[in-house]
């Protein structure tokens, strides 16, 4: 197993953030993304003859990234009559690992602007939705036009 970490050192980062930047990361470089959750994704490439998988443990401070991956090599028989063999050698992706802590840390500030946008948009839809209650419930609209208002506004 290979482990590198990197410390995440923008102090708006969320670990929202960070996942999201992570998860860019892997899909542009061709991984798939098997299980993600509030503080850990994994994923897998299978590229060639080199297999990898990757347990990326985060919060909005800190990136760990365990790696495990193998390569499979092709050699002939001992004679033109035996078919090729093939055999499993473990491998450690550390050129694709880099790659992945150098985008993650080159995508993250996109990814806090994102998070930030997600946050003023949840929080405009609130108030809108607040202000329509209050109009219904002051009897300024009727429940017709209420229902309706907030079905357009949740869209």
Same mark, same amino acid.
């Given at each position: %197993?290979?482990?590198?970490?990197? /410390?995440? #050192? ?5 670990? $929202?953030? !960070?996942?999201?930047?992570? *998860? ?8 798939? =993304? ?7 994704? =994994?994923?897998?490439?299978?590229? &060639? ?8 443990? *985060?919060?909005?401070?800190? =990136? ?11 050699? @002939?028989? %001992?004679? @033109?009559?035996?078919? %090729? !063999? ?6 450690? @992706? ?11 840390? &080159?995508?993250?500030?996109?990814? #806090?602007?994102? =998070? ?6 949840? $929080?405009? +839809?609130?108030?809108? +939705?607040?202000?329509? /209650? ?9 429940? $017709? #036009?209420?229902?309706?208002?907030? &079905?357009?506004?949740?869209?």
């Amino acid at each position: %197993m290979y482990t590198t970490s990197f /410390k995440i #050192i923008d102090p708006n980062a969320s670990s $929202e953030a !960070v996942k999201i930047a992570i *998860y860019d990361s892997l899909t542009r470089r061709g991984w798939t =993304v098997d299980e993600q959750n509030n503080l850990q994704t =994994v994923a897998h490439l299978h590229k &060639r003859t080199t297999k990898a998988k990757v347990v990326i443990d *985060y919060s909005s401070t800190h =990136v760990d990234i365990n790696t495990t991956g193998t390569r499979t090599y092709s050699a @002939p028989g %001992m004679s @033109p009559s035996e078919p %090729m !063999v093939e055999t499993e050698k473990t491998f450690n @992706p550390r050129g694709w690992i880099k790659n992945i802590v150098n985008d993650t840390k &080159r995508l993250l500030p996109n990814a #806090i602007n994102q =998070v930030k946008d997600q946050e003023t948009s949840q $929080e405009s +839809l609130t108030a809108q +939705l607040s202000e329509l /209650k209050q109009l219904f419930e002051q009897g300024l609209i009727s429940e $017709e #036009i209420y229902l309706e208002k907030q &079905r357009n506004i949740l869209q």
